[in-house]
């Protein structure tokens, strides 16, 4: 007799969507926020439900050794690369991102 045993409603378990729809984003530049904060941008080529994405063409938007939070001016070219899904934080359209200030902090008038 074996411990283990399968049930009929297991192997039935629907197959997991993802909420994303990001087809709509393949051959389109992406910006990609991960943890830890990295960023990186490139041309989306693929993706799968769990978030792991395919982009080409990828810069990595290097941070300023004094304040990790906060983004330089150089780059690094890293050409076509796949982003494990588990660490992305945030995926927008390239063109579709603008900095704006920040709602939460009180304006000084001076």
């Given at each position: 007799?074996?411990?283990?045993?399968?049930?009929?409603?297991?192997?039935?378990?629907?197959?997991?969507?993802?909420?994303?729809?990001?087809?709509k984003?393949?051959?389109?530049?992406?910006?990609?926020?991960?943890?830890?904060?990295?960023?990186?941008?490139?041309?989306?080529?693929?993706?799968?439900?769990?978030?792991?994405?395919?982009?080409?063409?990828?810069?990595?938007?290097?941070?300023?050794?004094?304040?990790?939070?906060?983004?330089?001016?150089d780059?690094?070219?890293?050409?076509?690369?796949?982003?494990?899904?588990?660490?992305?934080?945030?995926i927008?359209?390239?063109?579709?991102?603008?900095?704006?200030?920040?709602?939460?902090?009180?304006?000084?008038d001076?």
């Open positions: 007799m074996s411990l283990l045993r399968t049930r009929p409603e297991d192997k039935e378990k629907k197959k997991k969507e993802s909420i994303f729809d990001l087809s984003y393949i051959d389109k530049p992406i910006r990609v926020k991960f943890q830890g904060g990295r960023e990186a941008s490139g041309v989306l080529k693929g993706f799968d439900p769990l978030l792991n994405l395919v982009l080409d063409g990828t810069i990595e938007y290097m941070r300023d050794p004094d304040d990790q939070l906060k983004l330089t001016e780059t690094r070219q890293l050409g076509l690369v796949v982003c494990r899904g588990t660490s992305v934080v945030l927008c359209p390239q063109d579709g991102m603008e900095a704006i200030p920040n709602p939460f902090i009180q304006q000084q001076g």
